[in-house]
């Protein structure tokens, strides 16, 4: 800043000089005003105070005609040459923007290199507390979601002395770059090489895109794609936590400060660093690598609460890995970690729509039920579950609303009495939504003052109502499902439910009444069936 201030110095006497005629005229209009000043002294010295304001006031010509105006037809070149006034180099300063003439970053380096050898404390305490100060040109600007038209390229040697210069729009990225980063990151907490590992993690999460995109990088070589892919989700929640540590209140509470200048720094970087998860998120099908994105996208929640919209779409993504049956059960759980962990997190509004997310998924996945999916319904049901307990108020409200539209849908497949209305109700879908609500329950409704517990006569009735809407016996292994989770309820909230008459409407059946059939078939398997062939009646 010193050295910018006497550069400033400097151009602002040239520009005098040039303005009033070379040096000579300055010098001869010094001389003639020095008797004039001399003589105006004397005058004032011999005033007295109403002698003074009797007198008018003249206005100095100089300051009247103050600075030329630029013509409109100057050129470009002697646009940049540094004609811009005093009052916006100021601003300029103030504001942390330096012009590329004046903040030459091998100067810069030359004196970050004079100070370590001179006073290596001092030096060492930077490196420590602002590591930014020590940063040649930290640039954030091409961090932007948008990939507007680029900025122009900064003259050969700015930057970092180890990148090439770009060329055309993007270029090569080479496995001793990342690994510069990498090291950069681990021992120095850089923010420049975190900036550009992030850059560069963009044009990794987009690589197998369809639409072409322009980037600053290029990758091909697969060994530098999962180089970087494991540096920049390793190491870029280290050095946004080393940079900006998270906050721990009294009670317990994470938070992050969002009003300091290290925050407004780290926001672009942070905002592109959670598009890229989220678009890998939709595109990973690589278990491992999936379960590392998740795993490194905890440490960074902290800093998402205040960005709603990307905490919607992370949400989105992460309920959808732990909702598809192909994903390994490691994977999931890892997945389930992080709804958990901003549903704790979180001000009520996150813990809706992490709570709607949740139960969408769970809905979605669920409608086709095997063996070999059985499991996983099972754990998003029980995980799930959990999440409707961290915060009961708001998990009353999102509950009362799904049983509700459970019963909506009872109501219309009983008005409209069709052929085809009773699917609405008799799928697997429905009856996942029935049993889930009753876990959720009897997990969190056990205690007489809990929030959620006014929810268990509605959940009750549109479970009775739901099993006796065909008494048929096609539809006898739906019946014992939901009297599983009547008794589930039941046995959990000590609630007195009656299901004698369900059970008795099955034993008196015209079904059960006659006599049974010889049959090879294997045992019907009632937690895989809602629904009995025709081959196993009368069996």
Not at 276 to 290: K, R
């Amino acid at each position: 800043k010193q050295k910018q201030k006497q550069q400033l110095k400097a151009k602002k006497a040239a520009r005098r000089v040039e303005e009033n005629g070379g040096a000579a005229a300055v010098e001869a209009a010094t001389e003639s005003a020095k008797p004039k000043t001399n003589r105006d002294a004397h005058a004032f010295q011999s005033m007295s105070v109403d002698d003074f304001f009797q007198g008018g006031f003249e206005i100095p010509e100089a300051q009247a005609n103050g600075k030329k105006k630029r013509k409109r037809d100057e050129k470009p070149a002697e646009e940049a040459s540094g004609s811009e006034s005093a009052e916006e180099l100021q601003a300029d300063l103030d504001s942390g923007s330096d012009s590329e003439d004046d903040n030459d970053p091998e100067e810069h380096m030359r004196q970050l290199e004079a100070l370590a050898e001179n006073d290596p404390d001092f030096h060492k305490y930077l490196q420590d507390n602002e590591p930014e100060l020590l940063d040649a040109d930290l640039d954030i600007g091409d961090l932007s979601d948008d990939d507007g038209p680029k900025r122009k390229k900064r003259k050969a040697g700015d930057g970092d002395s180890g990148d090439e210069e770009l060329e055309g729009d993007s270029k090569e990225l080479k496995m001793a770059v990342v690994k510069k980063w990498a090291d950069a990151m681990t021992e120095q907490h850089s923010l420049r090489a975190m900036k550009e590992t992030v850059l560069a993690f963009r044009v990794a999460a987009h690589v197998s895109d369809d639409e072409e995109k322009d980037f600053k990088y290029s990758i091909s070589d697969p060994n530098v794609y999962h180089q970087l892919l494991t540096i920049a989700l390793k190491h870029v929640p280290e050095v946004m936590q080393f940079h900006l540590p998270v906050q721990e209140s009294k009670s317990g509470k994470l938070h992050v400060s969002t009003e300091g200048k290290k925050f407004k720094t780290l926001a672009p970087i942070l905002r592109s660093q959670m598009a890229s998860i989220t678009h890998l998120l939709d595109n990973l099908t690589d278990p491992s690598t999936l379960r590392l994105t998740l795993t490194s996208t905890l440490p960074l929640l902290p800093y998402l609460l205040s960005f709603k919209k990307i905490v919607r779409d992370l949400s989105r993504a992460v309920t959808t890995v732990w909702s598809t049956p192909s994903t390994p059960e490691a994977t999931r759980i890892a997945a389930f970690l992080i709804m958990r962990r901003l549903t704790v997190l979180g001000d009520p509004g996150i813990r809706e729509n992490v709570l709607k997310a949740t139960y969408t998924a769970l809905v979605k996945s669920s409608r086709a039920t095997t063996v070999h999916t059985l499991a996983g319904v099972n754990l998003m049901k029980n995980s799930g579950a959990e999440l409707w307990g961290l915060d009961p108020s708001v998990g009353y409200t999102t509950a009362f609303t799904f049983i509700r539209q459970l019963a909506i849908h009872l109501r219309t497949s009983i008005t409209h009495n069709a052929n085809e209305a009773y699917k609405q109700v008799y799928n697997w879908q429905y009856t996942h939504s029935l049993d889930f609500w009753s876990r959720v329950l009897a997990a969190h409704a056990s205690a007489q003052d809990s929030p959620l517990r006014p929810l268990i006569y509605p959940l009750v009735q549109v479970t009775l109502g739901a099993l006796r809407l065909i008494p048929t016996a096609t539809y006898f292994p739906l019946r014992f499902a939901l009297i599983r989770a009547l008794l589930r309820i039941s046995n959990a909230t000590q609630t007195y439910i009656p299901l004698a008459a369900a059970l008795h409407e099955v034993l008196s059946s015209a079904e059960m009444r006659k006599a049974p059939k010889t049959s090879t078939l294997k045992p019907l398997d009632f937690t895989t069936s809602i629904r009995a062939p025709k081959a196993y009646r009368r069996t």
